[in-house]
């Protein structure tokens, strides 16, 4: 996956030009322009951050302006440095979500500035409640290869258990995606009607890290502020483990393999066997509904036991043929 994102960047930065990259990254321009949602707590400064990257490698975009705007009003705007960001402070005096737009200013670009993109600043108490959703493999039905080149659809069921959360809880979007693909992970949430929540995407260096130290570390920046991490839920293995090692009731999705062969029964049930039973090990969201509003358990052994026993069977199936 990692080589594939990279030769899809390579591709989309080397004169594969803007239509590679359009499809690729979701943007409507030669420039990649994102701005990072966040969370805080009342009455800390937060960073507004927006980066603007161009030209034929996508390069970062220095001594450019950013203006970032609240409820159509100037709020306030910086220059782009080095790396092609542009950072200004925002301090909620309270609890609630703070809406930004940020533009490009068109002094000093060659062409027409990029579409100009919404930030979302949660701010929240330090018990506000919180759940932790992962987004591929886990709300997207596929994978982040499905996401690089083509449309994939959600999760069935998942945008009616997340509304309903959303009703108690604030949804943290956390993915391991770099945040290249800011724009079009949040113009899929918003198209399939997820409940507005900051999505908090990956850096390449965190992408390269591996998923599962970045999601450890995001967590851990979570828990030092906030208290309310309550749920957590994602298909990896070490998502599951980051989750529960940080106190949350942790949902683990798996696929259940379809074949008549042992191993992928007894890989799976390899990988599962190291988790604390406290992880619910799911397939579904309509399972998660249960587990959440009825209080059904879907432990981390009985997936184990009943993985091994159609191992087993197989591997019988097979001797006896
Ligand atoms: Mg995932």
Same mark, same amino acid.
């Given at each position: 996956?990692?080589?594939?994102?990279?030769?899809?960047?390579?591709?989309?930065? +080397? /004169?594969?030009?803007c /239509?590679t990259?359009?499809?690729?990254l %979701?943007?409507?321009?030669d420039?990649?322009?994102?701005? @990072?949602?966040?969370?805080?707590? !009342?009455n800390?400064?937060?960073?507004?951050?927006a980066?603007?990257q %161009?030209g034929?490698?996508?390069?970062?975009?220095?001594?450019q302006?950013?203006?970032?705007?609240? $409820?159509?009003?100037?709020?306030?705007?910086?220059? *782009?440095?080095? =790396?092609?960001? @542009?950072?200004?402070?925002?301090?909620?005096d309270?609890?609630?979500?703070y809406?930004f737009?940020a533009d490009?200013?068109p002094a000093g670009? #060659?062409?027409? #500035? !990029?579409?100009?993109?919404?930030?979302?600043?949660?701010?929240r $108490?330090?018990?506000?409640?919180?759940?932790?959703?992962?987004l591929?493999?886990?709300?997207?039905?596929?994978?982040? %290869?499905a996401?690089?080149?083509?449309?994939?659809?959600p999760?069935?069921? +998942?945008v009616?258990v997340?509304?309903?959360?959303?009703?108690?809880? *604030?949804?943290?979007?956390?993915t391991?995606? #770099?945040?290249?693909?800011?724009?079009k992970s949040?113009?899929?949430?918003?198209r399939?009607?997820?409940?507005?929540? !900051?999505?908090?995407?990956? &850096?390449l260096?965190g992408?390269?890290?591996?998923?599962? +130290?970045y999601? *450890?570390?995001?967590?851990w920046?979570?828990?030092?502020?906030?208290?309310g991490?309550?749920?957590?839920?994602?298909?990896?293995?070490?998502?599951?483990a980051?989750y529960?090692? $940080?106190g949350l009731?942790a949902?683990?999705i798996?696929?259940? !393999? =379809? *074949?008549?062969?042992?191993e #992928?029964y007894?890989?799976?049930?390899?990988?599962l066997? =190291?988790?604390?039973n406290a992880v619910?090990v799911v397939?579904s969201w309509?399972?998660i509904?249960?587990a959440?509003?009825d209080?059904?358990?879907?432990p981390?052994?009985?997936?184990?036991?009943?993985l091994?026993?159609?191992?087993?069977r197989?591997? &019988?199936?097979?001797?006896?043929?």
């Open positions: 996956m990692k080589r594939l994102l990279t030769l899809l960047l390579l591709v989309s930065a +080397s /004169g594969g030009g /239509g990259q359009r499809w690729l %979701g943007t409507e321009s420039y990649l322009f994102i701005a @990072a949602d966040a969370i805080t707590l !009342p800390q400064e937060v960073q507004l951050r980066r603007l %161009g034929d490698a996508l390069r970062p975009m220095a001594g302006v950013v203006r970032f705007y609240r $409820n159509d009003q100037l709020f306030k705007a910086a220059e *782009t440095d080095d =790396d092609g960001v @542009a950072i200004v402070s925002f301090t909620p309270q609890a609630g979500d809406r737009r490009v200013a670009m #060659p062409d027409e #500035p !990029p579409e100009p993109q919404e930030l979302l600043v949660a701010c $108490n330090i018990d506000s409640p919180m759940v932790v959703v992962d591929d493999k886990t709300i997207v039905a596929s994978g982040f %290869g996401v690089l080149i083509g449309d994939p659809d999760m069935a069921g +998942s009616d997340l509304e309903r959360l959303a009703r108690t809880y *604030t949804i943290l979007y956390l391991h995606r #770099p945040d290249y693909f800011s724009i949040k113009k899929w949430l918003k399939h009607g997820y409940p507005p929540g !900051p999505v908090l995407l990956s &850096t260096t992408f390269f890290k591996g998923s599962g +130290s999601k *450890t570390d995001a967590l920046d979570l828990r030092v502020k906030f208290e991490l309550t749920i957590g839920i994602g298909d990896k293995i070490s998502d599951a980051a529960h090692d $940080n009731k949902f683990l798996v696929r259940i !393999p =379809d *074949t008549d062969v042992h #992928p007894e890989d799976l049930a390899n990988d066997r =190291d988790l604390d619910q397939t309509d399972q509904a249960k959440l509003f209080g059904t358990e879907f981390r052994d009985r997936t184990e036991r009943q091994r026993e159609t191992a087993q197989l591997r &019988t199936d097979k001797a006896n043929r």
